[in-house]
Every structure is written in C-alpha cells, then in structure tokens.
C-alpha cells in the first residue's frame, strides 16, 4: 500500500512592504547661526544628548512606578485557589474583601473561611479591566491589556498542546516552541527519535510503502515530523475505530494553515497515476498542531477496514 501526499503554498499572498520613515532633525538657535566646524554646534549636540538621556530615565521611573502598581494591583486580585488573575468579571468577595475567581467560588471565602454570601466587587472588575495582565504560561511573562491577552495566549509560542503523535505511543504535553525538540529526542510515537533527524522534502509529492505485520485493522503507527519549504509539519497514519486515518498536521501558528494545501491518496503500490478503483484521497488545508486528537481521527483521510483490505496487498502474512 502507498500513500502520496503533497503539501503546496498558497501563490496568492501578499507581503506587505515596510515603509521606513526618516525623520530629520533639524537644529536651529534662534537669532543666531551655528556654525558647522564651530563649538556651537557640539554644545547643541551635547545638550540635546543630555535633554534625551533625561527624558529615558524618567520614563524608566515612570514605567517602574507603574510597573509596581500594576503588580500590587494584579496580586491584590489574583485568585487564592488556581492563582490565576480573572480577565472578566463578576469578581466575587467575601465580606472581610477576599476576592476568589468565579471558577473557584464556592460556599466559604478560601482565604478567612467566611461565608460567601454572593457578593460581587465592582472595584475589582475596574481593576482588571485596566490592568496589564501576564501570561500564564511558564516561560513567557509576557504583559498584554485585558483586550489582548486571551487572543496572546491562544497563540503563546510558549502554550502546552499534546504530543502530535498517536496517544497509544505518547501522551505526553509539551510547550508548543519545544514540540520539536520533543519529537526528535523523546517522543516514543515519532520515527524522528530513531532516525535521529527530521525528515526533509526538497520537493513534493512524496510516496511512502506502508508495510506491517499482524491485523491490518491495527494498522496504528508511529508519526514523523518533516520540513517543506522552510515550514515544518507532521505526518500520522492512526486506527480508530473500524477505520484508518491520515493527517497533516502544520507545526505553526493556526492562521498560518490557509497558506498551504495538502493533498493526500492512499493508493494500491504500483497505482502511480492513481487512478485505480481503490483510490481515497483528501485534499484540503494542513490541522493546526493543537487540534484534539479525536478531531484528527474524525476529520483526516479516513479510509474503511474493507476498502483498506481492497487496496492492500498481503504476501507472506504481511501488508
């Protein structure tokens, strides 16, 4: 059995150029003529130098004395029980003003053991809503407004998304910017750590022989993370549940998925043209590489056990 599968970039995409403004600066001394070669001229420099390196330290003392507001404020609010600062309100507080997030509420303040009563802080909800708030995921301590940091966590180069590779093999979470890392040197699902390097395609398609011993309705193997184009994906062939499934995974941001397109056929060996009657193919745009792994089952090139059996070929108990 064969599979082809081939991933194209979009041509339609347009780089916006960068406009480089140059701003000029223009030193003029009012009723008076500097002149080039004279001390006029480097007394002014000077001056200015010493005007601008005024104004940076005042704005670092500006931004510090916010910086350590904002934190009392951000701690002041911070939930007791998961630590997590609400981005929303309502803010519920106890009647001693132990504030709790509205997933943790329940019927005793967790901080002074008093009872809730449903009270709810306006003052608080004016807090987070002018605020800058931290990203919860370790390695990033990134600060976004209230409006910006649920649209930065979602793509958080720094966010926990599952191993690509089938579960039965890895179910290990890892931090997106070090997926890679994890598939080339610890993931037990990939063909990566056993090859030692990840596979690169200097030109698509690509054919791949499957072969296996053994039940083909436990056709279940290991994936592999490969690199087209300076883009780096991943490649599955998983059993679910009286089926197979193939997918292409893109291990990047989600937006970015609408730029390439994968095509995928699974074919009988020998089929090049693929134009036998067992063909199944898929055409469509790569997963984003958090997608749930259920979805992935249910949404990629899903090929029957009896089709599966029509375009397999077993010689000497092996497909």
Same mark, same amino acid.
């Given at each position: 059995m064969e599979a082809k599968i081939e991933v194209t970039k979009g041509n339609n995409i347009e780089v916006e150029g960068i406009d480089r403004n140059i701003t000029e600066v223009k030193l003029e001394a009012a009723g008076t003529d500097v002149e080039k070669d004279g001390d006029g001229m480097l007394d002014a420099?000077?001056?200015?130098k010493d005007e601008l390196d005024l104004m940076k330290k005042e704005r670092a003392e500006e931004r510090r004395k916010y910086n350590e507001l904002t934190n009392k404020l951000r701690n002041q609010?911070?939930?007791?029980?998961?630590?997590?600062?609400?981005?929303?309100?309502?803010?519920?507080?106890?009647?001693?003003?132990?504030?709790?997030?509205?997933?943790?509420?329940?019927?005793?303040?967790?901080?002074?053991r008093s009872r809730?009563?449903?009270?709810?802080?306006?003052?608080?909800?004016?807090?987070?809503?002018?605020?800058?708030?931290?990203?919860?995921?370790?390695?990033?301590?990134?600060?976004?407004?209230?409006?910006?940091?649920? $649209?930065?966590?979602?793509?958080?180069?720094?966010?926990?998304i599952d191993c690509p590779s089938p579960s039965d093999f890895c179910d290990?979470?890892?931090?997106?910017?070090?997926?890679?890392? $994890?598939i080339l040197n610890e993931c037990e699902g990939s063909t990566n750590k056993k090859e030692g390097k990840i596979r690169e395609y200097n030109k698509m398609p690509q054919t791949l022989n499957y072969r296996q011993k053994g039940p083909l309705e436990k056709?279940?193997?290991?994936?592999?993370?490969?690199?087209?184009?300076?883009?780096?994906?991943?490649m599955n062939r998983e059993e679910a549940d009286g089926w197979t499934v193939f997918s292409i995974q893109y291990l990047g941001d989600k937006d970015d998925c609408n730029k390439y397109e994968v095509d995928i056929a699974v074919h009988q060996i020998g089929d090049k043209q693929r134009v036998g009657?067992?063909?199944?193919?898929?055409?469509?745009?790569?997963?984003?590489?958090?997608?749930?792994?259920?979805?992935?089952?249910?949404?990629?090139?899903?090929?029957?056990?009896?089709?599966?059996?029509?375009?397999?070929?077993?010689e000497n108990e092996e497909w």
């Open positions: 420099f000077k001056t200015m609010v911070e939930c007791p029980v998961c630590l997590e600062v609400p981005t929303s309100g309502p803010v519920p507080v106890c009647p001693n003003g132990h504030f709790v997030c509205t997933k943790c509420e329940g019927y005793l303040c967790p901080t002074c809730m009563f449903g009270n709810r802080s306006l003052l608080a909800v004016t807090v987070i809503e002018n605020i800058e708030h931290k990203c919860k995921y370790e390695g990033c301590g990134e600060l976004y407004p209230v409006s910006e940091v649920e $649209h930065h966590i979602k793509a958080c180069q720094f966010r926990i290990k979470k890892v931090a997106f910017c070090k997926v890679l890392d $994890h056709f279940n193997m290991h994936g592999a993370a490969f690199m087209w184009n300076e883009a780096f994906f991943y009657k067992y063909v199944q193919r898929s055409v469509g745009e790569p997963f984003p590489i958090d997608i749930d792994e259920n979805q992935r089952r249910k949404n990629g090139l899903v090929v029957g056990n009896l089709i599966m059996n029509k375009i397999a070929i077993n």
